[in-house]
């Protein structure tokens, strides 16, 4: 099995910053993919930022240039700091990771995992 668990979610007041964490273990063969999603109450999940196992970033625009994404590939960690938070980024942050893992000694299946959630709430 593989399992992702992010940290690093807290009550930050606008304009402030924080920093989270991601890290998937288990069975892995290979992470291609990881990244940031979060869920606001009452909306849907959405995009923040992914990063590949070569290191491209793709951002939603509404954290374009306040948010950046960062990898630890070997720990198959992730980062998203985010600075300049607004009372629109208040949500749960969930971390994805996709790739391969190992289903059994010899088996190599597609992998999708996402973690409970960190949350984030930005208010003053």
């Known amino acids: 099995q593989v399992h992702v668990v992010e940290s690093g979610g807290g009550l930050v007041q606008p304009g402030g910053s924080l920093r989270l964490s991601c890290t998937a273990s288990?069975?892995?063969?290979?992470?291609?993919?990881m990244g940031w999603y979060r869920q606001a109450p009452g909306k849907e999940r959405e995009l923040v930022a992914t990063?590949?196992?070569?290191?491209?970033?793709n951002y939603a625009d509404s954290v374009k240039g306040r948010f950046t994404i960062s990898a630890h590939h070997a720990g198959n960690t992730i980062f998203l700091q985010m600075y300049s938070l607004k009372l629109d980024d208040t949500a749960n942050y969930y971390c994805?990771?996709?790739?391969?893992?190992?289903?059994?000694?010899?088996?190599?299946?597609?992998?999708?995992?996402w973690g409970q959630g960190t949350l984030v709430t930005v208010s003053s």
């Open positions: 994805n990771a996709r790739g391969l893992y190992y289903s059994d000694i010899d088996k190599v299946d597609p992998l999708e995992v």
């Open positions: 288990g069975s892995i063969f290979s992470i291609n993919f």
């Open positions: 990063i590949s196992s070569d290191g491209a970033t």
